[in-house]
């Protein structure tokens, strides 16, 4: 078992302006790096909004210089071996399992699960990403229906550095276009917000200073539209997605995912190839991943 995860305080914040509710990641001490408590704060915090009928929109935010630098793999807080509710997969908790059933069994809940769980919210979702939006930062913003990112923000899925073929929820091909999906993993680079755009990842690219206000005057919009109305479009348009084989193309590579970590942990010293978070940073820079592309 790990040492108790430090209290951080509230690590996701939460407040309604409007018809507008405001869902925020609040460890910007750590690039707002996702760990399960942040996940499952996330996820009462988007119970709330849905279950209030005056809120028309959800707005998902990162407090700090970045939306999200992906999952905790070396904070004080990470926090593999926790108990928690299983809520998104009806599966055995992963903490007295062992190998690939422990990591299966998590990943299942905590990553793939949840995001297509928040990928249904019957109400819209608006991502609002400022600085990095890295790897598993990419499946917060790819569950939202609209993305808004400001012209500093910058955009990578590196996991390819661990021998694992991008991160659980894979929405790649979908977001972005398979020939962009594939310079998107293959190098490992960093791609700005107007690349993003040009692939159809974002929908609009904003001056930092304007990100909040040209965020919520959408959302404040959106909100005035009929919420049942709202619901089936979205349904609807999720469905076309999934007979587009999004669903079981994410299943097929949750399954290529969970070998790639099994490979490494029968052939090196860890399921992440050896890498932890500050090799990570060290090799993107000696590769110099083009942030401003």
């Not at 690590?11 to 460890?27: D, F, K, M, P, S």
């Not at 108990?83 to 009806?90: E, F, S």
């Not at 998590?106 to 400022?130: D, F, H, N, S």
């Not at 490979?263 to 090799?283: F, I, P, R, T, Y």
Request: net charge negative; proline share 5%; aromatic share 8%.
């Amino acid at each position: 078992m790990s040492e108790p995860i430090p209290d951080e305080g509230d690590v996701v914040t939460y407040e309604v302006r409007g018809r507008t509710a405001i869902v925020t990641l609040n460890r910007p001490d750590y690039r707002n790096a996702q760990n399960s408590v942040m996940t499952y704060a996330l996820d009462a915090a988007f119970e709330r909004a849905v279950e209030d009928p005056e809120v028309g929109v959800i707005v998902l935010a990162g407090n700090g210089k970045h939306f999200s630098a992906g999952h905790d793999i070396g904070t004080p807080g990470r926090d593999h071996h926790i108990h928690y509710p299983n809520k998104a997969a009806l599966w055995w908790d992963h903490v007295d399992r062992v190998g690939g059933d422990q990591r299966f069994a998590r990943e299942l809940e905590v990553y793939l699960g949840m995001c297509r769980r928040w990928r249904e919210i019957p109400k819209p979702t608006i991502a609002m990403v400022q600085g990095a939006c890295i790897a598993g930062g990419l499946m917060l913003a790819w569950v939202c229906d609209l993305i808004i990112a400001s012209d500093d923000a910058f955009f990578s899925d590196p996991v390819v550095r661990m021998g694992i073929p991008g991160v659980e929820y894979f929405a790649h091909p979908w977001v972005m276009g398979p020939r962009a999906a594939k310079e998107f993993l293959f190098t490992g680079d960093r791609f700005g917000a107007a690349q993003a755009k040009e692939w159809g990842m974002v929908n609009r690219v904003v001056p930092r200073a304007e990100l909040e206000a040209e965020t919520l005057a959408l959302a404040e919009k959106i909100g005035t539209m009929p919420q049942f109305g709202l619901a089936l479009t979205k349904k609807a348009v999720n469905q076309a997605e999934d007979q587009m084989g999004m669903r079981t193309g994410m299943d097929s590579v949750f399954g290529l995912h969970h070998f790639a970590h099994a490979h490494n942990a029968e052939v090196g010293a860890d399921s992440l190839g050896g890498m932890n978070a500050k090799s990570m940073k060290a090799q993107a820079a000696s590769t110099g991943e083009n942030g401003a592309k």
